[in-house]
Structures are given as C-alpha cells and as structure tokens.
C-alpha cells in the first residue's frame, strides 16, 4: 500500500503542473475534484486539467465556499466541454462542506490515485498557505471508498445548468471568511507567535 505525505508552503492541491504530477494524471481516464473553498482560477485549473489528461474534468464545490468573483468565473467555465460542474449545499444538521480531494480515475471507474489534504482550490492554497495532503496510490480499499463517498456526492450535487448563477454571483461575499478573520486578528494583534511550519 502507498500513502505519501505531501504538501510545503505550496499546497497539496497546487498549480495544475504540480496537481497532475503528484496524482501522474496521464496514466488515468479522468479526473474528479472536490474542494470546500474555490476562487476565480478553480474551474480553470479543473479546465487544464481536462485538456492534459484529454477528459472531462468532474468537479464539486461547495456553494457557499466562492466570492462573487469566483461565482463569474464559474458561469464562464460552466460552458466548457472540458468541465462537468456542480455544486453542493452545507450537509443538514448544520456544518459546512469542508472537503478537499481529487482522484485519478480508469475507465472502468476505478480510483488509480487520490489527494485527500487541507488545500481547497485556491491561489492562497497554492501560493501562500501551509498544506498538507495525503497522496494515496496502491491501495484499493482506500480508493474504493473514496470512490464511492464521491460518487455519491456527485449524485447529490446539482448541476451547473441548474444553478441560478445570478442570483449566486448577488449574494456571494466580496471577500472570503478566511481573509475577514486573518485580517480581525492582524488588527488585533492576536496571531500566533511565531509562523506556521510547513511540510516539507
């Protein structure tokens, strides 16, 4: 079985070169992703991934997890042929959709490789945050049940087509929560005392 630990300052679900490589994206049929958190560069970077490995990209988002600037960029790329786009709500009960994975997918269905990690499909996830992921290859039982947690979360997700994209884009915040609270305790002199290690 092979678990690796991944992820440095640069995250687990980094730049799409970087995406592709750690999950070997060509020796797959396609490739499915889901992330909480997502930004203007998500579907792009889904798109790219699709165009490397010549297949539809699957990808979930969370609905409440993008800015208003991330919600036009997902109108825009919802018209690609190279994305399968949808979007999931908060579970009931309360909570929020908080996961983060992408898998490398045979034809027959079958995960070959997964990252499950902290990283959501962002730039600050790529570019400035602390991430760490498991990479997951060489072991069936894993990537079965991730398979099927997947498969019944896209059966659950709505998609694209039936989203009310302007409605979305008048209600998402200008900024991301993470940003409003980072900034709270910047002003308030409150963050930790020293920075974050990351993995290396």
Known sequence: M?????GTRASGISETASLAERLDVDQGDGI???SAYW?????TTAIDLAMRIGSVTQLVLWTAGGTRKAWIAAREA???PALDLRFIDSPEGGGIFHAKVA?????HGDWLRALVGSANLTSAARERN????VLIHDDPVALAQLRDWYGELWTAAVPAARIDFDAAI???PDHSEAAARKATFAAAALAAPAPAVPYR
Not at 39 to 43: G, K, P, Q, S
Not at 130 to 133: C, F, I, N, Q
Request: charged fraction near 20%; include cysteine; glycine fraction near 10%.
């Open 78 to 80: 919802a018209a690609s």
């Open 32 to 34: 499915s992703i889901a």
């Open 2 to 6: 092979g678990i690796e630990l991944v």
């Open 103 to 107: 898998g490398v997918t045979h034809e």
């Open 170 to 172: 008048a209600i998402a």
């Open 39 to 43: 930004d203007v560069e998500a579907c």
């Open 130 to 133: 602390v991430e760490l992921g």
